[in-house]
Structures are given as structure tokens and as C-alpha cells.
């Protein structure tokens, strides 16, 4: 079955370290998003790429990394240079053309901890 | 800039309908809409998506104004299960499918 997988679901991180969450797809999207979201709040955009080798910043970039070497993969790299990074993440993917439509797949999310 | 605008909480009876608003003035022609639910430390579950008619679906049904200024979800009967975080979405068509959610709307259900 087609989906959007995450990994990893919980992730800790130290002081001063990157780290990497992924983000795989293998519904053939053309679409792939990063949203933080805090407890109780809503889903803020991180990054977002409409096709290979091509991504743009969302409303809280700062701090992250992204990259798009695959239609199928949209890696997220927490920098140390974000300063508050405990959060839920969550991936998303979706069809703009052909018969994938305009869909929207979300997948489970992973939590980061800053310890 | 597209925005969508959702009220912050509401509640509803167990087995009575449930109306759930969002408004989306700024919506252009070929941005779509969609509604996705969403319970704590989970991902947002589907839950119905139109461009101008109405839609139904076993879940649920969409109603989306004329102007398609704003739309409704709704629910016919509530259960306790659906006691979630509702968010209206925008696609944006134009724009390769950026998304824009609304602030999302905490539905609580009493037996």
C-alpha cells in the first residue's frame, strides 16, 4: 500500500547537536511539507518542495534544513542554530497533477526532546 | 497572502449534527478545500476536500458557499470519536500545492 513514513517517532537531541528526521514517500507525489507543531497549537510550515532539487522556506525556517534529492525523500535537519527545537513534527506529501489529484497524506509524526 | 479563519472550540451533544466553520475570504478559483481531523501525537486524519459543489462523504459532509468565501463541515451525528481538532485547509493549485491551515477547531462531544 501507498503511504508516508516517518522516522524516527521519538528522537532525543543534546545541546549544540543536529539532527535529521525523515520523511519517505512512495505515492509518486510531487509535493512534500515539514510542520512544527507545539503542544496545543496548530501546524506552523517549516519548508515545502514542489518538485526535486527545488524547496522553499515556510513561515519558521530558521534553524532548519531541508534537501530534495528524491522525489521520494524530504529529509529535516534540526540545526543547532534552532534554539527551541522540542516539538511534534510532521511530514506531509500530495498530488498536484496527473491522477494523484490534489490529495494530501500526512504521516504520524515524530517527536524531538531536547535533553 | 491566503488565510483561512476557524473558531478555537466547540462543543456538541453525542448523536446530534455538528456544524464546523471556516471562513477563507481570500480563496482564489482554483485553490481547494480541505478538512482534516486530528486527535494528540497523531497525524491528521482525512476527512473530505471540494472545489465549488457541495460533497459528502461516509464521514461527512462539505458545504461550501457560493462566493466560496467560506465552507462547512458537517457532521450528522456526532460520536465521542469524533472529539478531535478539526482543521480547514487550503491548497493552493497555483502555487504547486502550498498549503494553508486554518488555527483548527477543538470539537469536544458529551455524551
Known amino acids: 500500500d501507498g503511504g508516508i513514513t516517518q522516522s524516527p517517532k521519538y528522537l532525543f537531541r543534546k545541546e549544540g547537536q543536529n539532527v535529521t528526521l525523515s520523511c519517505e514517500q512512495n505515492?509518486?507525489?510531487?509535493?512534500m511539507y515539514w510542520y512544527r507543531q507545539d503542544p496545543g497549537q496548530g501546524l506552523r510550515l517549516i519548508y515545502y518542495s514542489q518538485i526535486v532539487n527545488d524547496f522553499q522556506k515556510g513561515d519558521i525556517a530558521e534553524g532548519y534544513s531541508v534537501s530534495r534529492e528524491k522525489k521520494e525523500s524530504f529529509p529535516l535537519t534540526v540545526t543547532s542554530a534552532q534554539k527551541n527545537p522540542t516539538a511534534f513534527y510532521l511530514c506531509a506529501s500530495s498530488g498536484v497533477r496527473g491522477l494523484s489529484g490534489n490529495t494530501i497524506y500526512f504521516g504520524e509524526g515524530s517527536w524531538l526532546t531536547v535533553v | 497572502d491566503a488565510k483561512t479563519t476557524q473558531p478555537n472550540s466547540m462543543e456538541s451533544n453525542e448523536e446530534e449534527p455538528v456544524h464546523l466553520p471556516c471562513n477563507h475570504s481570500?480563496?482564489?478559483?482554483?485553490?481547494?478545500i480541505h478538512w482534516y481531523r486530528q486527535l494528540p501525537s497523531q497525524g491528521p486524519e482525512y476527512v473530505i476536500h471540494?472545489?465549488?459543489s457541495n460533497v459528502n462523504n461516509r464521514m461527512a459532509s462539505l458545504a461550501i458557499a457560493e462566493d466560496r468565501k467560506s465552507s462547512t463541515l458537517i457532521l450528522h451525528r456526532a460520536t465521542l470519536r469524533d472529539a478531535a481538532v478539526y482543521y480547514c485547509?487550503?491548497?493552493?493549485?497555483?502555487?504547486?500545492?502550498?498549503?494553508?491551515f486554518g488555527q483548527g477547531t477543538e470539537l469536544s462531544v458529551k455524551p
Open positions: 471540494g472545489l465549488t
Open positions: 485547509i487550503l491548497f493552493l493549485y497555483n502555487q504547486g500545492g502550498k498549503l494553508i
Open positions: 481570500t480563496i482564489s478559483g482554483t485553490d481547494y
Open positions: 505515492l509518486n507525489h510531487d509535493a
